[in-house]
């Protein structure tokens, strides 16, 4: 049994080394030489260079355009708020004399109302004024603050 075995491998071996000897032989047999060379000539690499640079020149024009266009945007802005907080403050002065001018017809009116001159309906409506024109000076007062601190952020950011 030993011997059937032995001869079997010994059989097998071969049959391997049959093959690899013919695979060895088809590659000797089909082997080709060849020897290559290869050579870049820059010949219109001056020209690509030159675009290159023409190309990097208008980028930078560009890119200043852009920035000056950033900074006009900035520069509206910023005398847009300007002109908000100048007129915040307008307002708030023209409120501030409205407010006076209520409180002393309010004033008025209450003396009136004392003394039996007004009646109740009308003198609810002077106070309604006055309340109003109270109410009209705070919310300006607090549109002037907000202006205010709207331009400090915008005039401390250039």
Not at 11 to 31: A, G
Not at 58 to 71: A, G, H, P, R
């Amino acid at each position: 049994m030993k011997n059937l075995f032995l001869n079997r491998q010994k059989q097998f071996f071969r049959f391997l080394n049959v093959r690899q000897d013919r695979s060895l032989r088809q590659i000797k047999t089909n082997k080709n030489q060849q020897l290559g060379f290869g050579l870049n000539i820059p010949i219109f690499n001056k020209l690509q260079v030159k675009n290159n640079v023409k190309i990097a020149k208008l980028n930078v024009i560009n890119s200043n355009y852009d920035k000056d266009i950033v900074i006009n945007n900035l520069t509206q802005r910023i005398n847009s708020i300007k002109a908000q907080f100048l007129n915040a403050q307008e307002k708030y002065n023209l409120l501030e004399a409205n407010f006076e001018n209520q409180k002393l017809s309010f004033q008025k009116s209450e003396e009136k109302y004392k003394e039996g001159l007004m009646d109740a309906y009308t003198f609810f409506v002077v106070i309604n004024t006055w309340l109003q024109a109270n109410y009209d000076l705070i919310n300006s007062k607090n549109d002037v603050i907000q202006q205010t601190e709207l331009l400090k952020v915008f005039e401390a950011g250039l």
